[in-house]
């Protein structure tokens, strides 16, 4: 069948910047669907969705120029109720016909598990795919994820922005459609300012070349490399290197049809404030990319994008500069200020701050957190002074200007203000890795006292969560108790630290004012570990290989992971399926049976040659890992519990384990019990099997 590429182009006043990603691939998306849905082929190849700030688009360089032929098959009424006694058609199957549009003996008959019946079958050709682009279209259109729609002149139709012009061509032709009152045509649009007015297309081909030669990029990719290449030009001419983070880069890059750098400056009295709070306002107030030292210091200069190749970028250039000195100005005045208070003296406000209701003010949590954080730092290998202070400081800055005025600075001030206030590194650094990690991408606290504050800290605030009752549910978590067991976690995890999970939980659930009746500690751990299936299962941990590390005894969570690599690599080994199905019958035997279970293995009383085999391969299999379990080297137990194997499966084959002799079946009961004990040190591996 005849192909031809395909184009269609939404033209708009300029869209939201953080949306436009997002409807862009649910514009392309809608568009692929409506294809297939009408059975349109067409080759997808390195398509991807093409857009601007004031403009979607969906470029496809193979579509069928008509639809196959369409096959219909409607069921009519059964026999029985079709035909009266004498043969005539009843008004059911006559009604049935004339839906159809034809004679009833003109209906085929077919058979189901219900007996027979009249069937309609029809073939129509397929219509031409530029007489159904419109409804195409209008479906994507209409499933698109649209944040605010907007109504524009007295139409009664809404869109993201208002629409000015659609192209939509299949190779030469142009569609008869028209989309929110706007006819499609062959006609785009340039830059509007550098190039305005309309371009005529010829084919969609030209679609991409042409758009460009009118000063617009219209793939994302193009336009993004080139503004991190200009980005980085600029500031290399100014002997630094730019911070180019990922959320602005996107930012600006729905921001722009032709991306023009422009180097900026400011005054370098501002570098006094912390640099946090310039590079915060620089890049989610005004889009613009700091450049820093060598050493990742900021300097005075910067980088902003223009949207248009100026013929006076100095003109620009003060205009960008300008609007950020009043920002910066707040911001030193503001970091001054709280300088002159003190970070101590801010502290005193936060008895009158409430925390939560039924868990007091935050005076109240830093008090909680301070008594955890010195009773963990000497099982942490930290001074527990240091933990205490750090804790009694670490939510002073809440109570600060700099805070109020850049919620995002929380902590990051906190540590500039106790470095001015003359406290030592350590402790100035714990009071912003308390916070960390902020997110799942950010990494733990790097200090042994920060990751004991941020370890206090989540303690508190889980128990805390849990004894008020604000136990998520659905998607509401209004205390974050999601990302802070996963934080806790984390910090446990990736610092290697050896602590009972349920234990702490104890500790800080007895230092709340408040507790539900229906809630216990043990809940706050488990729903720690709720959070631990999707951090492993991303790690390539299976859920069957998470439980039988759950329902086994573990000292930490770092055993945990010790317990659950091994199981990931056992589980590869041809051994693991076969051993895991023995020890779920070992354990079905025995939680089963009826009769007593000896104390202890009695070697008189083993009979068989198996029985004798068995026992010594166990015990020298205990010996033997007895070390390795002790080192948690998990990987030599599994390894060496797999030359069970053989034993186990001789011992099934030629022991009849319910003998009749009760003390011979109670001593083989004592040897499979001893078997299963072995088999789960690591983990209960009946869990791995299928």
Same mark, same amino acid.
């Given at each position: 069948?005849?192909?031809?590429?395909?184009?269609?182009?939404?033209?708009?006043?300029?869209?939201?910047?953080?949306?436009?990603?997002?409807?862009?691939?649910?514009?392309?998306?809608?568009?692929?669907?409506?294809?297939?849905?009408?059975?349109?082929?067409?080759?997808?190849?390195?398509?991807?969705?093409?857009?601007?700030?004031?403009?979607?688009?969906?470029?496809?360089?193979?579509?069928?120029?008509?639809?196959?032929?369409?096959?219909?098959?409607?069921?009519?009424?059964?026999?029985?109720?079709?035909?009266?006694?004498?043969?005539?058609?009843?008004?059911?199957?006559?009604?049935?016909?004339?839906?159809?549009?034809?004679?009833?003996?003109?209906?085929?008959?077919?058979?189901?598990?219900?007996?027979?019946?009249?069937?309609?079958?029809?073939?129509?050709?397929?219509?031409?795919?530029?007489?159904?682009?419109?409804?195409?279209?209008?479906?994507?259109?209409?499933?698109?994820?649209?944040?605010?729609?907007?109504?524009?002149?007295?139409?009664?139709?809404?869109?993201?922005?208002?629409?000015?012009?659609?192209?939509?061509?299949?190779?030469?032709?142009?569609?008869?459609?028209?989309?929110?009152?706007?006819?499609?045509?062959?006609?785009?649009?340039?830059?509007?300012?550098?190039?305005?007015?309309?371009?005529?297309?010829?084919?969609?081909?030209?679609?991409?070349?042409?758009?460009?030669?009118?000063?617009?990029?219209?793939?994302?990719?193009?336009?993004?490399?080139?503004?991190?290449?200009?980005?980085?030009?600029?500031?290399?001419?100014?002997?630094?290197?730019?911070?180019?983070?990922?959320?602005?880069?996107?930012?600006?890059?729905?921001?722009?049809?032709?991306?023009?750098?422009?180097?900026?400056?400011?005054?370098?009295?501002?570098?006094?404030?912390?640099?946090?709070?310039?590079?915060?306002?620089?890049?989610?107030?005004?889009?613009?990319?700091?450049?820093? !030292?060598?050493?990742?210091?900021?300097?005075?200069?910067?980088?902003?994008?223009?949207?248009?190749?100026?013929?006076?970028?100095?003109?620009?250039?003060?205009?960008?500069?300008?609007?950020? /000195?009043? /920002?910066?100005?707040?911001?030193?005045?503001?970091? !001054?200020?709280?300088?002159?208070?003190?970070?101590?003296?801010?502290?005193?406000?936060?008895?009158?701050?409430?925390?939560?209701?039924?868990?007091?003010?935050?005076? !109240?949590?830093?008090?909680?957190?301070?008594?955890?954080?010195?009773?963990?730092?000497?099982?942490?290998?930290?001074?527990?002074?240091?933990?205490?202070?750090?804790?009694?400081?670490?939510?002073?800055?809440?109570?600060?200007?700099?805070?109020?005025?850049?919620?995002?600075?929380?902590?990051?001030?906190?540590?500039?203000?106790?470095?001015?206030?003359?406290?030592?590194?350590?402790?100035?650094?714990?009071?912003?890795?308390?916070?960390?990690?902020?997110?799942?991408?950010?990494?733990?606290?790097?200090?042994?006292?920060?990751?004991?504050?941020?370890?206090?800290?989540?303690?508190?605030?889980?128990?805390?969560?849990?004894?008020?009752?604000?136990?998520?549910?659905?998607?509401?978590?209004?205390?974050?108790?999601?990302?802070?067991?996963?934080?806790?976690?984390?910090?446990?995890?990736?610092?290697?630290?050896?602590?009972?999970?349920?234990?702490?939980?104890?500790?800080?659930?007895?230092?709340?004012?408040?507790?539900?009746?229906?809630?216990?500690?043990?809940?706050?751990?488990?729903?720690?570990?709720?959070?631990?299936?999707?951090?492993?299962?991303?790690?390539?941990?299976?859920?069957?290989?998470?439980?039988?590390?759950?329902?086994?005894?573990? !000292?930490?969570?770092?055993?945990?992971?010790?317990?659950?690599?091994?199981?990931?690599?056992?589980?590869?080994?041809?051994?693991?399926?076969?051993?895991?199905?023995?020890?779920?019958?070992?354990?079905?035997?025995?939680?089963?049976?009826?009769?007593?279970?000896?104390?202890?293995?009695?070697?008189?009383?083993?009979?068989?040659?198996?029985?004798?085999?068995?026992?010594?391969?166990?015990?020298?299999?205990?010996?033997?890992?007895?070390?390795?379990?002790?080192?948690?080297?998990?990987?030599?137990?599994?390894?060496?519990?797999?030359?069970?194997?053989?034993?186990?499966?001789?011992?099934?084959?030629?022991?009849?384990?319910?003998?009749?002799?009760?003390?011979? /079946?109670?001593?083989?009961?004592?040897?499979?019990?001893?078997?299963?004990?072995?088999?789960?040190?690591?983990?209960?591996?009946?869990?791995?099997?299928?």
């Amino acid at each position: 069948m005849k192909t031809q590429p395909l184009l269609i182009e939404l033209g708009t006043e300029e869209l939201p910047v953080k949306a436009l990603p997002v409807l862009a691939q649910a514009f392309f998306d809608g568009v692929l669907a409506g294809l297939e849905k009408r059975g349109i082929a067409f080759v997808r190849g390195n398509a991807k969705p093409l857009y601007t700030p004031r403009r979607l688009a969906v470029l496809l360089s193979d579509v069928a120029s008509q639809q196959p032929e369409q096959k219909s098959e409607v069921l009519g009424p059964y026999l029985n109720i079709a035909l009266d006694a004498e043969g005539k058609p009843t008004k059911a199957l006559e009604g049935f016909a004339a839906k159809a549009g034809i004679d009833w003996q003109q209906l085929e008959r077919t058979t189901d598990g219900k007996g027979e019946r009249f069937v309609h079958r029809a073939v129509k050709p397929g219509v031409a795919t530029v007489d159904i682009l419109g409804e195409i279209v209008q479906e994507a259109i209409a499933a698109m994820p649209i944040p605010k729609p907007m109504r524009w002149g007295a139409h009664p139709y809404a869109f993201a922005r208002p629409v000015h012009w659609l192209v939509l061509m299949l190779g030469h032709d142009v569609a008869p459609a028209s989309v929110f009152g706007v006819t499609a045509g062959n006609r785009s649009r340039g830059h509007r300012f550098m190039q305005p007015g309309d371009i005529t297309l010829d084919s969609p081909t030209q679609y991409v070349e042409a758009l460009q030669h009118a000063f617009v990029l219209v793939d994302p990719d193009t336009r993004r490399a080139r503004i991190v290449e200009q980005v980085n030009q600029a500031a290399t001419e100014v002997g630094g290197r730019a911070r180019i983070d990922a959320d602005n880069l996107e930012q600006v890059n729905g921001l722009v049809e032709w991306p023009s750098p422009i180097r900026c400056a400011f005054e370098p009295a501002f570098l006094a404030v912390p640099q946090e709070a310039l590079i915060e306002t620089m890049e989610t107030n005004q889009k613009y990319f700091p450049v820093l !030292d060598r050493d990742g210091k900021l300097t005075e200069h910067f980088i902003g994008i223009a949207n248009i190749e100026s013929k006076a970028p100095d003109e620009v250039r003060k205009g960008y500069e300008r609007v950020i /000195r009043p /920002r910066f100005s707040d911001a030193k005045f503001f970091f !001054d200020e709280d300088l002159k208070q003190g970070l101590v003296a801010m502290g005193d406000g936060l008895k009158s701050v409430t925390y939560q209701a039924k868990l007091g003010s935050v005076a !109240d949590k830093v008090e909680r957190v301070a008594s955890l954080a010195s009773a963990l730092a000497p099982v942490l290998g930290v001074d527990a002074d240091a933990a205490a202070k750090a804790a009694r400081l670490a939510k002073n800055d809440l109570q600060s200007r700099m805070v109020n005025e850049f919620p995002e600075l929380q902590g990051i001030a906190g540590r500039h203000y106790a470095a001015a206030q003359g406290e030592t590194g350590d402790i100035a650094a714990a009071l912003d890795e308390i916070y960390m990690p902020r997110n799942a991408a950010d990494d733990i606290a790097p200090s042994k006292l920060g990751q004991t504050l941020a370890i206090a800290e989540r303690f508190d605030t889980l128990a805390g969560g849990f004894a008020a009752g604000l136990k998520p549910t659905g998607n509401k978590d209004p205390f974050a108790l999601r990302r802070n067991a996963l934080g806790l976690a984390r910090t446990l995890l990736e610092g290697g630290h050896d602590l009972l999970p349920n234990e702490w939980f104890e500790r800080a659930w007895a230092l709340q004012p408040s507790h539900v009746a229906d809630v216990h500690p043990f809940d706050v751990t488990q729903f720690l570990y709720d959070r631990l299936r999707a951090y492993f299962a991303e790690k390539g941990a299976t859920p069957q290989q998470f439980e039988s590390v759950m329902n086994v005894v573990h !000292d930490s969570l770092p055993d945990f992971a010790a317990r659950l690599d091994a199981v990931k690599g056992f589980a590869r080994s041809a051994d693991a399926e076969a051993l895991a199905a023995a020890n779920k019958r070992i354990r079905n035997i025995l939680r089963k049976s009826e009769a007593d279970i000896a104390a202890k293995i009695d070697t008189a009383l083993l009979v068989e040659p198996a029985e004798h085999a068995l026992h010594a391969a166990l015990q020298s299999t205990l010996y033997d890992t007895r070390a390795a379990l002790a080192a948690r080297d998990y990987s030599a137990v599994l390894s060496r519990l797999a030359q069970l194997r053989a034993p186990v499966d001789t011992f099934f084959n030629d022991v009849m384990v319910n003998a009749d002799d009760v003390a011979v /079946r109670g001593n083989r009961l004592a040897l499979l019990n001893a078997l299963a004990g072995a088999l789960g040190s690591v983990a209960a591996i009946e869990h791995l099997s299928v």
